[in-house]
């Protein structure tokens, strides 16, 4: 299970980044990866942050997380406000450039990277993702789904007071998403000790398990949470909510343009505090057209995945990021968790 959060670095002009760079650097050696995965995130970073200069206004950010516990890699995510490509793939031909440089960017993060991917739209901006892995890493298990996440702390914390957990099981996935009241280190504390409860004990019925960390979180600040259980064999999504952690589950069948959705309902209430007397778990159908998108009251409540051509054919972490990047509030940690049945 892997709930680390990103560390934020705003980059808002050039003379950012040589200490940007040095402190992401810090991370990855702090990761425990060994030098040679150390020099491809350096040539990653410095890539990401040249970009930024050329493209960029107003400069942009990056995030960055250890992948897993253990840990296995680290993540770098690049966000760029600036005017977007037409053809993104064209762009990652060396010798292709919109600002009359050699054009090997793009190129070069894709070629240090295990894992790339890049969403781009004009007049809206780019996000690229790369994952960079110990060499000693196994096999992932292949399953009929994939899971990502943004965990951002409020600008200028160190704690974040979201949290999440993803349990993988025979069936399918148990998944939890959680907002600790207010922010900082007792939001944190609230959020963690509800993640630990959880994971714990996994409990397949979601009302249920947000009842037993009810119970448990009562000395805390307290939560709002969501609880959910991907049933694959019976091709059936169980959920139940408390407070107000918002998502959508979106159908990818229809046409481009017309993606309908269900909105994820929750009942009132704060874990640790109140809870209604009853409440009930709810039922949707799951399979192989479903995207899956919680988030805490960080991001803005009017986001429409629609609106963003064929970025449902991404990774669920680059869906993340492009959500986090145009609807994070910025004034409160910020979790989007999105689920993404496999074709």
């Known amino acids: 299970m892997d709930v680390n959060q990103h560390y934020r670095f705003v980059v808002p002009d050039r003379s950012y ?17 060994p030098e040679g995965a150390v020099g ?22 990056l995030l960055v997380k250890a992948i897993g516990k253990p840990i296995y890699g680290i993540e770098i995510i690049c966000l760029d406000n600036g005017p977007g490509m037409s053809d993104p793939g064209r762009m990652l031909e060396d010798g292709v450039s919109t600002f009359g440089s050699a054009g090997e960017g793009l190129g070069a993060i894709q070629r240090q990277s295990d894992v790339f991917d890049i969403y781009s739209l004009p007049q809206v901006g780019t996000v690229i993702l790369a994952q960079v892995y110990k060499s000693n890493r196994s096999i992932p298990p292949v399953r009929r789904y994939d899971i990502g996440n943004i965990m951002v702390p409020k600008p200028k914390e160190i704690d974040c007071g979201d949290g999440y957990a993803v349990i993988h099981h025979e069936r399918g996935a148990y998944l939890l998403a959680l907002d600790g009241l207010g922010h900082g280190t007792h939001a944190q504390e609230a959020a963690q000790l509800a993640v630990k409860t959880y994971c714990d004990k996994p409990i397949p019925d979601p009302a249920l398990a947000l009842q037993v960390i009810h119970t448990s979180i009562r000395r805390t600040r307290g939560a709002v949470g969501f609880a959910a259980n991907i049933d694959l064999s019976q091709n059936r999504f169980s959920y139940c909510g408390i407070g107000n952690i918002a998502g959508k589950l979106y159908s990818t069948e229809s046409p481009l343009g017309n993606m309908p959705y269900k909105n994820v309902i929750s009942y009132n209430g704060i874990l640790g505090h109140n809870i209604p007397g009853t409440f009930n ?17 960080g991001l803005k409540s009017r986001w429409d995945l629609s609106r963003y051509p064929n970025l449902s054919r991404h990774l ?5 990021a492009v959500l986090y990047k ?14 993404k049945a496999k074709p």
Do not use: Y
């Open 326 to 339: 145009d609807h994070s509030r910025q004034t409160d940690d910020t979790l989007v968790l999105v689920c």
């Open 40 to 61: 491809k995130v350096n040539i990653i970073v410095s890539e990401m942050l040249s970009n930024l200069e050329k493209h960029t206004t107003h400069g942009g950010e």
């Open 316 to 320: 669920p972490t680059t869906i993340a």
């Open 17 to 33: 980044a040589s200490l940007t760079k040095k402190d992401i650097t810090r991370l990855a050696e702090s990761f425990a990866l």
């Open 281 to 297: 778990n709810q039922h949707l159908d799951w399979n192989r057209n479903k995207i899956l998108i919680v988030h805490s009251d």
